[in-house]
Nanobody, 124 residues
Framework: QVQLVESGGGLVQAGGSLRLSCAAS????????MGWFRQAPGKEREFVGT????????AYGGSVKGRFTISRDNAKNTVFLQMNSLKPEDTAVYYC?????????????????WGQGTQVTVSS
């Protein structure tokens, strides 16, 4: 079992920045690819980005590419999502997820563990 706890969400004005953190516990963190997803009210859960075990390779969803950056600190069992140039349409609950097999994935059903989510609200 892996437990994931997100933090760092909040209210920010358009154009601002936020840094989300996801702290993992329970198993060897470096054995897991990590992903970030988000879900806005009334919408499907959306892929934000993913990072493989070593932290070298990342991939992003089209709507956030160039504005968001994923990183991880395996010594601290934490993955981060740096969000810059935020837009009102980035408003959502953001979730981190851990995948025990393979590389990162854009598919939420390929992740094994999920955090409870953290709310991000971007005002115009």
């Amino acid at each position: 079992q892996v437990q994931l706890v997100e933090s760092g969400g909040g209210l920010v004005q358009a154009g601002g920045s936020l840094r989300l953190s996801c702290a993992a516990s329970g198993r060897t963190f470096s054995n897991y690819a990590m992903g970030w997803f988000r879900q806005a009210p009334g919408k499907e859960r959306e892929f934000v980005g993913t990072i493989e075990r070593s932290g070298i390779i990342t991939a992003y969803g089209g709507s956030v590419k160039g504005r968001f950056t994923i990183s991880r600190d395996n010594a601290k069992n934490t993955v981060f999502l740096q969000m810059n140039s935020l837009k009102p349409e980035d408003t959502a609950v953001y979730y981190c997820a851990a995948r025990s097999t393979g590389w990162g994935s854009v598919r939420d059903d390929e992740y094994d563990y999920w955090g409870q989510g953290t709310q991000v609200t971007v005002s115009s």
